[in-house]
């Protein structure tokens, strides 16, 4: 049994090059079509808010934010199975929020697979709303896979 989130402090911190391997090891077990390595190298030397959470000296979740002219693109946010509805998820979410604001974005988007029905849950529960779909955008095994577009506006503080 993993031991309740209260007892137990995480750490949310920038994710550095070091933090790959582990990273992608969650990405792994996560997802039917997962991130290589590749991709959070790249998200790393593009400059994106990429943030991990850790755990007594672990990983137990991360968070990728892409950040221009105003907008942001949430383009990650990912707990370790074994560690999931303990509130970690959210509070990955509410720091990223967080930095978004700090960075003065306006408004937020992020895809979704229809489907996820964990992941709406959460976005919801943040205030953010469905606004469009994007044909096709996800590897699906059967073909390609629309996307659900969410937005939120962010207020200054
Ligand atoms: C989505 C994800 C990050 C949530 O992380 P988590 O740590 O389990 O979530 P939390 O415990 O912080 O829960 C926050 C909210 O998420 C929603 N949620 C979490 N687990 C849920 C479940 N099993 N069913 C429905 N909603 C759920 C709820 O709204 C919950 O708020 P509540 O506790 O007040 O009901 C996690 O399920 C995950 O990593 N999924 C795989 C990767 C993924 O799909 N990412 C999103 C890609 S767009």
Same mark, same amino acid.
């Given at each position: ?11 949310? *911190?920038?994710?550095?090059?070091? &933090? ?20 959070? *190298? ?10 991990? $959470? #850790? ?24 707990? &370790? ?12 979410? &509410? ?6 604001? &700090? $960075? ?19 976005? *919801? ?16 095994? #059967? ?13 200054? *503080?």
């Amino acid at each position: 049994m993993i031991t309740p989130m209260q007892q137990i402090p995480v750490e949310i *911190r920038q994710m550095a090059h070091e &933090d790959i391997a582990q990273v992608a090891d969650i990405e792994r077990r996560s997802y039917e079509f997962p991130w290589s390595h590749g991709v959070f *190298r790249d998200c790393l030397l593009a400059g994106y808010t990429c943030i991990v $959470m #850790e755990r007594e000296e672990s990983a137990v979740g991360y968070s990728i934010l892409s950040v221009a002219a105003g907008e942001a693109h949430i383009l990650n946010l990912c707990v &370790d199975p074994k560690f999931r509805e303990l509130g970690y998820g959210e509070q990955l979410f &509410d720091e990223l929020l967080g930095r978004a604001r &700090d $960075m003065e974005v306006r408004e937020i988007f992020l895809e979704v697979r229809p489907s996820n029905e964990t992941a709406i849950g959460l976005y *919801r529960k943040k205030g953010f709303r469905l606004i469009s779909s994007r044909p096709a955008y996800y590897q699906g095994r #059967e073909g390609r896979e629309d996307a659900a577009v969410y937005s939120k506006l962010i207020k200054k *503080r």
